[in-house]
């Protein structure tokens, strides 16, 4: 089953799309407690598909860095503590999963979140990066013939 990952701005953490209401989402915190909750079209919410990092050339999509880090990690959780390293530590660390990094447009609490991301994703069984990306672009390509 095709799981949409979302952000949800100004709550910590990462949500699982369960389902769609009225007007709302209902969504599932991807942490212990698998909390349920409405979001709504006021909340700033995205999907993880829809974001990409700066790099000194193109962007690049983040299930591509988040594949990178897995590749790195050799798909176990990151080995870096993202909560007590240096900024020069998470830089070093950054650089090896994305070594074109743009370092004027990317700052450190970015570099924090991808990490706290991807633990989350970890933890959660969820380490398919490309295959999510392919299935959200089916998806979607599926709503744009169903609207037609």
């Known amino acids: 089953m095709q799981q949409i990952i979302l952000s949800i701005a100004g709550k910590s953490g990462l949500y699982k799309l369960v389902t769609r209401g009225n007007n709302n989402l209902i969504v599932e915190a991807l942490d212990a407690t698998h909390k349920r909750m409405p979001a709504f079209s006021t909340d700033r919410i995205t999907s993880l598909n829809d974001i990409a990092m700066f790099t000194e050339s193109d962007d690049v999509p983040l299930m591509d860095v988040l594949e990178n880090l897995k590749q790195l990690e050799n798909g176990k959780k990151a080995s870096i503590n993202e909560k007590k390293a240096s900024g020069k530590e998470l830089q070093d660390y950054f650089s090896k999963v ?51």
């Not at 979140?113 to 490309?130: A, P």
């Not at 295959?131 to 013939?145: G, M, P, V």
């Open 98 to 148: 994305l070594p074109e990094w743009d370092r004027d447009r990317v700052q450190n609490s970015h570099i924090k979140k991808l990490i706290s991301w991807y633990n989350i994703l970890v933890e959660n069984g969820i380490t398919d990066f490309k295959e999510e990306e392919a299935e959200a672009e089916e998806a979607k390509d599926a709503e744009t013939e169903n609207a037609k």
